[in-house]
């Protein structure tokens, strides 16, 4: 049975890393009703200084993906209970 969370309680997800030299899984609690976007604004900017650089341009710009439960995640995508969020970093080279 799914549980509903009423606004403002806080839900947990799983996050994880899929970085060069940086892996990490762990579970956060965040606001129930928050979007993949609104994580993103709140936990990139917390990462250690070489996972930051990873994913994002010298502008800010976030240059990694986003899945959300093994699939290409949709920014405004509202978050629920027990979701998993991956981020992994663009490889260049050749």
């Given at each position: 049975?799914?549980?509903?969370?009423?606004?403002?309680?806080?839900?947990?997800?799983?996050?994880s890393l899929k970085l060069v030299l940086?892996?990490?899984?762990?579970?956060?609690?965040?606001?129930?009703?928050?979007?993949?976007?609104?994580?993103?604004?709140?936990?990139?900017?917390?990462?250690?200084?070489?996972?930051?650089?990873?994913?994002?341009?010298?502008?800010?710009?976030?240059?990694?993906?986003?899945?959300?439960?093994?699939?290409?995640?949709?920014?405004?995508?509202?978050?629920?209970?027990?979701?998993?969020?991956?981020?992994?970093?663009?490889?260049?080279?050749?």
């Amino acid at each position: 049975m799914e549980k509903t969370l009423a606004l403002g309680e806080q839900m947990k997800i799983k996050v994880s890393l899929k970085l060069v030299l940086y892996k990490s899984d762990e579970e956060m609690e965040i606001p129930d009703g928050s979007t993949v976007q609104n994580f993103m604004n709140g936990f990139i900017p917390g990462l250690p200084k070489q996972a930051h650089k990873m994913l994002v341009d010298q502008e800010g710009v976030f240059r990694g993906v986003v899945l959300l439960n093994k699939s290409r995640a949709d920014m405004n995508q509202i978050l629920k209970q027990g979701d998993e969020l991956t981020f992994l970093c663009m490889i260049s080279g050749g």
